[in-house]
């Protein structure tokens, strides 16, 4: 029998944490790194935070090499890079993230969520720094040794820019940002109208993702069989029976968006904040707000049902989505996991 999956622990390369703020200074204590202690499996590349419980913006950490930490936070808009200091997020551990003090991170009583990924070609996340040079054409290498179908860009430069994204669903003419309720944009600019490929990415000439003497991130990502997909499905508006988004496994993080409407939300939901169905905990990565509870989803062992037809996520538009497992739908020895 073919093996389904290569990877039957998607915590090694993926990992959601709901945990509670201590709003305490012991930067660096035991009681403020997020994670199991004693488990060394995974040292964070990037890591996605939000306070479920007040109006601070989701925040973006990531590690430029040498343990060398700066932030980004799309909830706020199109923000500059800044580097932490000791009050919120300060360093990557093998065993986890350590947080500070301050209400982004570590609010007293306050809710918290986090979502952290491994930069490994193994599980399909690659994180790249790459110079612009304003001129159509210019590429930049990636070393997940296949096409990336979901990028995000984002100027490094201390100047305000929005977060371009590309999913292979909509093609190489195509745009939307991550840090707006803006609907897809149209253009041969944003990707020189050039599909990606296993080894770079080609970028048209627009400043935010290729503005001259500027320095990007690029976060890129590839779907892996029974661990992680990316691509588009078209809600039914049925409340009662809304659409069904086939994944090849159990769920721990959603994203979506109505790509077709300006004015709805980027939408993600996971399996840490409700832990059985229906799942109706979001949060708006593009946005400040708390924690709502008005869209309603089942997290299956195969993929994901929608329970209303709010038009965040199941209108009877068009949306992407992005999608990461906490277990495949089939193990590499061929034992099916169980719905929750």
């Known amino acids: 029998m073919a093996v389904y999956t290569t990877i039957d622990d998607a915590s090694l390369y993926c990992r959601v944490k709901a945990y509670s703020g201590s709003g305490s200074s012991g930067d660096g204590s035991s009681d403020n790194i997020v994670y199991d202690e004693t488990d060394t499996s995974m040292k964070p590349q990037l890591v996605w935070v939000k306070n479920r419980t007040t109006t601070h913006a989701f925040t973006t950490y990531f590690d430029i090499g040498s343990d060398t930490l700066r932030y980004f936070s799309p909830g706020e808009g199109n923000d500059a890079e800044v580097t932490p200091d000791g009050n919120v997020l300060s360093s990557f551990n093998s065993n986890g993230f350590t947080v500070g003090p301050h209400a982004t991170v570590s609010g007293s009583g306050n809710s918290l969520i986090s979502v952290s990924f491994k930069e490994d070609a193994s599980g399909g996340y690659d994180f790249v720094g790459y110079s612009g040079n304003g001129t159509a054409g210019n590429t930049f ?46 253009s041969t600019l944003w990707w020189n109208a050039t599909t990606p490929t296993s080894s770079v990415v080609t970028l048209g000439d627009q400043t935010g993702n290729n503005g001259n003497a500027r320095n990007f991130v690029a976060y890129c990502f590839a779907p892996k069989q029974g661990y992680s997909a990316m691509g588009s499905y078209t809600g039914n508006g049925d409340a009662s029976d809304g659409a069904f988004i086939y994944l090849g496994f159990k769920p721990a993080f959603f994203l979506c968006k109505n790509y077709q409407d300006s004015g709805d939300n980027w939408i993600l939901h996971d399996n840490k904040r409700n832990t059985f169905n229906v799942t109706d905990e979001g949060l708006a990565p593009n946005d400040t707000g708390a924690e709502f509870t008005d869209v309603d ?5 195969n993929g994901v049902k929608m329970r209303n037809n709010t038009g965040r996520a199941n209108a009877a538009k068009t949306f992407i989505y992005i999608a990461f497992a906490e277990s495949p739908f089939v193990n590499s020895n061929g034992v099916p996991n169980n719905a929750r």
Do not use: Q
């Open 297 to 301: 989803m089942d997290f299956l062992s």
């Open 141 to 186: 290498s990636h070393s997940l040794s296949v096409v990336p179908h979901l990028i995000f860009c984002k100027i490094r430069n201390a100047e305000v820019a929005d977060w371009y994204t590309y999913n292979a669903s909509l093609g190489n003419t195509k745009n939307i940002y991550l840090n707006t309720t803006g609907a897809v944009s149209t």
